[in-house]
């Protein structure tokens, strides 16, 4: 149970703590003209420079799920046996940051439910998940989340059971590719590897998606525009 409880702050650590104002920065040095995460919807204009930052928070990402795998895995069966679940919930953890990075950068409200929704389709979608396994997903949250607020559990926060969802689902999908890990030393390089292809996979499914959902708003706005 207290692995479970320090893997939950691991994450709540991870995932809460994404400031819209440091994204805001971050694009200014980029030489994007924001003043506020509201500005980035109206950057049509400048989204070469969000792809670059997305680019740069995607590399970083992938780099924090290699260095992960890779303490996971150097010590072969002990390392593995004991940081396994750790790893994995890190990599759900550090995929889901990004996506609240993307999210800011493509004009989402993180205040509005619609664009919550949309952001969190556009992370599941990337995993491989279907619509209706989302919509299973989404049922088990809510459920275990009212649950857990009503006992005043660990893991109330809906977020937070989202992203130990998604954990328990890289699991399965990565189990096989880790078996590597296994092996003393070698097994470092191996759940470095494995974890690093796949979020630069998912990260670039999902910089796509914001792409072209950005670009689907930014037309429907243009075409409301004009025909006023």
């Not at 400048?46 to 792809?51: A, M, P």
């Not at 389709?121 to 396994?133: E, H, K, P, Q, W």
């Not at 470092?188 to 796509?208: D, E, H, L, R, W």
Request: glycine share 8%; with cysteine.
């Amino acid at each position: 149970m207290s692995n479970e409880l320090s893997i939950i702050e691991k994450i709540k650590d991870i995932v809460l703590n994404v400031d819209p104002a440091s994204i805001v920065k971050d694009a200014q040095s980029m030489g994007i003209n924001v003043s506020e995460a509201a500005d980035f919807a109206r950057q049509a204009h400048n989204y070469i420079h969000i792809e670059r930052l997305s680019e740069k928070y995607a590399a970083m990402t992938a780099k924090l799920c290699a260095a992960s795998g890779f303490t996971s895995g150097v010590g072969g069966v002990t390392t593995t046996l004991v940081l396994a679940g750790a790893d994995i919930a890190n990599m759900a953890a550090q995929l889901y940051r990004l996506n609240q990075k993307l999210a800011l950068l493509n004009g989402f409200d993180p205040e509005n439910e619609l664009h919550n929704e949309r952001a969190q389709a556009i992370f599941m979608a990337a995993l491989g998940i279907d619509a209706t396994a989302q919509a299973g997903i989404r049922a088990i949250v809510t459920k275990a989340a009212t649950e857990n607020f009503a006992k005043r559990g660990p893991a109330s926060t809906p977020v937070i059971r989202l992203v130990m969802e998604i954990a328990k689902i890289l699991g399965v999908k990565l189990t096989k590719a880790q078996a590597g890990k296994l092996i003393p030393f070698v097994g470092g390089f191996v759940g470095g590897g494995v974890n690093y292809i796949f979020a630069k996979s998912m990260t670039k499914k999902m910089m796509s998606d914001y792409k072209s959902d950005y670009f689907d708003r930014w037309q429907l706005q243009a075409n409301n525009a004009e025909a006023l």
